[in-house]
């Protein structure tokens, strides 16, 4: 497992933007891939962006396609999510998840990945 650590939660307008970051506390050249998950009060934590560690293919859900953007720093061992035109549905916390292999599983599922941070809380005020 690799310690994993989010900034950039905080709270923004609806349209507005955040940036999100996560720092991995090792090399991650073992890692798979990394990706966002989100969860919102009485809902279950649901997937929001991946990307393949090696290649840089990136998946995302449906609900976010198109607004959030995630992107890599292979140097610095970070991972970002751009999150633009915010909306309030997309108040939750979110955390950082790295998956150190491919087991076949599907990259949407929280329990694909190994290795968890400790979340920030994003809050879209309408």
């Known amino acids: 497992q690799v310690q994993l650590v989010e900034s950039g939660g905080g709270l923004v307008q609806a349209g507005g933007s955040l940036r999100l970051s996560c720092a991995a506390s090792?090399?991650?050249?073992?890692?798979?891939?990394m990706g966002w998950f989100r969860q919102a009060p009485g809902k279950e934590r649901e997937f929001v962006a991946v990307?393949?560690?090696?290649?840089?293919?990136?998946f995302y859900s449906d609900s976010v396609k198109g607004r959030f953007t995630i992107s890599k720093d292979n140097a610095k061992n970070t991972v970002y999510l751009q999150m633009d035109s915010l909306k309030p549905e997309d108040t939750a916390a979110y955390y950082c998840?790295?998956?150190?292999?491919?087991?076949?599983?599907?990259?949407?599922?929280?329990?694909?990945?190994?290795?968890w941070g400790q979340g920030t809380q994003i809050t879209v005020s309408s």
């Open positions: 998840a790295a998956r150190s292999f491919n087991n076949g599983s599907s990259r949407y599922s929280s329990l694909s990945y190994d290795s």
């Open positions: 090792r090399r991650t050249f073992s890692t798979y891939s």
């Open positions: 990307i393949n560690w090696s290649s840089g293919r990136a």
